[in-house]
């Protein structure tokens, strides 16, 4: 019986979501801090799921009490997949933006697509399961919208960039609510067996 897993981070919206999502399966989230755990492991992985996989397995071979961790990143068509895994590193925090639109700016509308890709890793003494999101859209021409983070500026779902989207409204659509969904159904599913 799970009533109590810990996420392989720290990052305060991580928890947050993870948190209210896994409350009605009576399941309590820990932070990698509040479980005393202070490692950070190289993500080395060429996917999102080796390196979700990396992460998980340090943190419970640390702490033997079920895990979750996840990557993200977003993987654009026009640049033949990148960032991908390296997303978080490719430019200064802030700058990420502009450095896509700058490789972009001769790309034509119609070879404009883009997904963003989230995959969770869930371990316990069992093994693992991996839970894949995706959201597909276009990369915009130029940054729009004051919500959300990282790349939501200008990732265009419809008409609208992420960032003009409620938090929300942009966890029904995007990469990381869908994982999250399916996370959700695998441990409902498990705490019924
Ligand atoms: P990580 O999954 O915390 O390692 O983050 C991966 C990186 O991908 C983030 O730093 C962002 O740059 C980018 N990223 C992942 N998901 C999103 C999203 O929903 N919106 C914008 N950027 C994202």
Known sequence: MINKLV???????????????LSPLGIEVLSQQEAGVDIEPVEDGQTFEENALIKAEAIYNAVKVPVIADDSGLCVDALGGRPSVHSARYAPKGQECDKI???????????????????IVYIDSEGTESMTGKCYGTIAYAQKGTDGFGYDPIFLYGDRTLAEMSPDEKNSISHRGEAMKKLYEYLEKKKGE
């Not at 392989?8 to 948190?19: G, P, S, V, Y």
């Not at 639109?101 to 963003?116: G, N, S």
């Open 7 to 21: 996420m392989a981070t720290n990052n305060k919206n991580k928890l947050r979501e993870a948190r209210q999502i």
């Open 101 to 119: 639109l700058t490789e972009m700016k001769d790309v034509p509308e119609d070879k404009r697509t883009a997904y963003f890709e989230c995959c």
